[in-house]
């Protein structure tokens, strides 16, 4: 079953994720909730659940905030942010910076919530099972490709923070040369269109 945790400062909110929603009867299961952002944060490195509920408006590190960190430091990670009125200047820029979806706390019933949890579920399957990279699998290549990285510590740490699967335990490499050498570390790499999808696509199939 999928980890779920949730983040609120409203204990009657994680009173109810904890003691009420039906968490597997959708095939998730709630392993934590916790009431500030950067417990939130912490308890995210550490557990890397498949999904989190957030809410937006919290003290110290807000909701938007806490979204933001998770996505770059715990990017396996969905983040579905729970918001108590529909305020779509929020809900603009919680979807911008990645979050998966909204809940609308005070206008949706327990099967409301159990349905939509259902609908977020089926969209978080998707994106896990859907072939090719992810967007943050693709930034890092292209980082990787252009700058290299420290050593074989750091390799093996970056592979496992981004669920690259590595089956038969050993790293394969490829080496290319293109034409021009140079072109995709200067200042028209972002151009260089061309060659990026090819090298792109042979790590994926070494990978898998």
């Known amino acids: ?10 204990k009657i909110i994680r009173d109810f994720y904890t003691k009420v929603f039906p968490w ?8 934590d909730t916790v009431a500030d952002g950067q ?17 937006i408006v919290m003290p110290g590190m807000g909701g938007l905030e806490l979204l933001e960190q998770i996505r770059k430091q715990v990017p396996y990670t969905q983040c579905v942010m729970l918001t108590s009125h529909v305020d779509f200047k929020y809900i603009q820029t919680a979807l911008q910076l990645g979050a998966l979806d909204y809940i609308v706390k005070t206008d ?7 349905l939509k949890l259902q609908e977020i579920n089926k969209r978080i399957d998707m994106i896990h099972t859907k072939p090719g990279l992810s967007t943050v699998q693709n930034e890092w290549l292209a980082r990787l490709l252009s700058t290299g990285i420290a050593n074989k510590a750091e390799l093996e740490r970056e592979l496992k923070r981004l669920h690259f699967s590595i089956s038969n335990g050993r790293i394969q490499v490829l080496l290319l040369e293109p034409d021009e050498p140079y072109t995709l570390y200067d200042d028209t790499f972002q151009e260089s269109v061309d060659l990026l999808p090819f090298i792109k696509e042979k790590i994926q199939e070494i990978i898998d």
């Open 108 to 114: 949706s019933t327990p099967d409301e919530m159990v």
């Open 39 to 55: 417990s939130a944060l912490e308890k995210c490195k550490e557990l890397e659940p498949v999904l989190v509920l957030i809410d």
């Open 1 to 10: 079953m999928k980890s779920v945790i949730v983040v609120d400062d409203e």
């Open 24 to 31: 597997e009867t959708i095939g998730m299961q709630l392993v």
